[in-house]
């Protein structure tokens, strides 16, 4: 199973929560994979620290809404092409081949995503890679998300479904070889970079996140890296200052990605004079 000796070896103390304050007002900001396996769990100790501590969990979005039929397909609405065209039209020749030579290598036919965009063709790519590394149960944020339902806890989010939908249609829409080639070489060598992902997520090491998978990602995709962190962080400072208004205790959930490097939420708090400090179990 995927990384279950990393799970067994990792300490106690060892997570990416991290505790947010300004004078009294406290909240919780904890690192997501949306993705997990079975050796994945239990969670390390410092996710339930801040969630016992939490009144309201706080996530990207309402994971409800984006997993209906409904989200589907409007999904599929935005990111098909209605207009005679086909994904190889907007495509350079050299990416094209390369994403049907994926196509081929996984016994499916390019056929199949022949009308879809870019966007929704990286999506599809990335989770089917994901569930063929065994990573098939829920993340760090639905985990939660189900388990506040069941505990009372208030549910809140920083993107709307309608936001989510429109980062996802905006997502490379300037840079559709961009995006297509990011995802191609992302899928090549993901079981070694998730496999070092998931250590430093385990491990809360914000620097290993930063040196070996962000500062990689930014220097060779910037305009994906930029729509897909970068503003997305900007976006969600408002929402995350404002929860030091209220006496509650938010625990605020966002992918592991968000968390390191200048731009990330952490970092984007600091500067606003709130205190950083890691939770440690």
Same mark, same amino acid.
């Given at each position: 199973?995927?990384?279950?000796?990393?799970?067994?070896?990792?300490?106690?103390?060892?997570?990416?929560?991290?505790?947010?304050?300004? /004078?009294?007002?406290?909240?919780?900001?904890?690192?997501?994979?949306?993705?997990?396996?079975?050796?994945?769990?239990?969670?390390?100790?410092?996710?339930?620290?801040?969630?016992?501590?939490?009144?309201?969990?706080?996530?990207?979005?309402?994971?409800?809404?984006?997993?209906?039929?409904?989200?589907?397909?409007?999904?599929?609405?935005?990111?098909?092409?209605?207009? &005679?065209?086909?994904?190889?039209?907007?495509?350079?020749?050299?990416?094209?081949?390369?994403?049907?030579?994926?196509?081929?290598?996984? &016994?499916?036919?390019?056929?199949?995503?022949?009308?879809?965009?870019?966007?929704?063709?990286?999506?599809?790519?990335?989770? /089917?890679?994901?569930?063929?590394?065994?990573?098939?149960?829920?993340?760090?944020?639905?985990?939660?998300?189900?388990?506040?339902? /069941?505990?009372?806890?208030?549910?809140?989010?920083?993107?709307?479904?309608?936001?989510?939908?429109?980062?996802?249609?905006?997502?490379?829409?300037?840079?559709? +070889? &961009?995006?297509?080639?990011?995802?191609?070489?992302?899928?090549?060598?993901?079981?070694?970079?998730?496999?070092?992902?998931?250590?430093?997520?385990?491990?809360?090491?914000?620097?290993?996140?930063?040196? +070996?998978?962000? +500062?990689?990602?930014?220097?060779?995709?910037?305009?994906?890296? @930029?729509?897909?962190?970068?503003?997305?962080?900007?976006?969600?400072?408002?929402?995350?200052?404002?929860?030091?208004?209220?006496?509650?205790?938010?625990?605020?959930?966002?992918?592991?990605?968000?968390?390191?490097?200048?731009?990330?939420?952490?970092?984007?708090?600091?500067?606003?004079?709130?205190?950083?400090?890691?939770? @440690?179990?």
């Amino acid at each position: 199973m995927l990384l279950a000796a990393v799970v067994v070896a990792a300490p106690a103390f060892s997570a990416s929560v991290w505790k947010v304050s300004k /004078g009294e007002s406290t909240i919780f900001v904890g690192g997501t994979l949306h993705l997990l396996s079975e050796g994945d769990y239990p969670l390390p100790t410092p996710y339930e620290i801040a969630f016992d501590k939490a009144s309201s969990i706080v996530l990207e979005t309402d994971l409800d809404a984006v997993n209906s039929p409904a989200f589907s397909q409007q999904l599929l609405q935005q990111l098909s092409y209605s207009d &005679g065209s086909t994904i190889q039209s907007h495509l350079s020749e050299d990416t094209y081949n390369a994403l049907a030579s994926h196509f081929a290598s996984r &016994g499916w036919p390019i056929e199949s995503v022949s009308l879809l965009k870019p966007q929704l063709v990286s999506l599809t790519l990335t989770i /089917g890679e994901l569930q063929r590394l065994g990573l098939t149960l829920e993340g760090v944020d639905s985990h939660y998300a189900q388990k506040a339902k /069941g505990a009372g806890k208030t549910l809140a989010w920083l993107e709307s479904p309608e936001q989510q939908l429109a980062f996802i249609v905006a997502m490379g829409e300037d840079d559709p +070889d &961009g995006l297509i080639q990011y995802t191609l070489e992302d899928i090549k060598t993901l079981p070694e970079n998730l496999s070092l992902m998931k250590d430093y997520w385990f491990k809360g090491d914000l620097k290993g996140m930063t040196t +070996d998978i962000l +500062d990689v990602f930014a220097k060779d995709y910037p305009e994906v890296y @930029k729509s897909i962190l970068v503003e997305r962080n900007h976006n969600w400072l408002p929402h995350l200052i404002s929860f030091f208004d209220s006496p509650e205790v938010e625990f605020v959930l966002v992918g592991a990605l968000h968390l390191p490097g200048n731009g990330g939420v952490l970092a984007l708090l600091e500067a606003q004079g709130y205190t950083v400090e890691k939770v @440690k179990g």
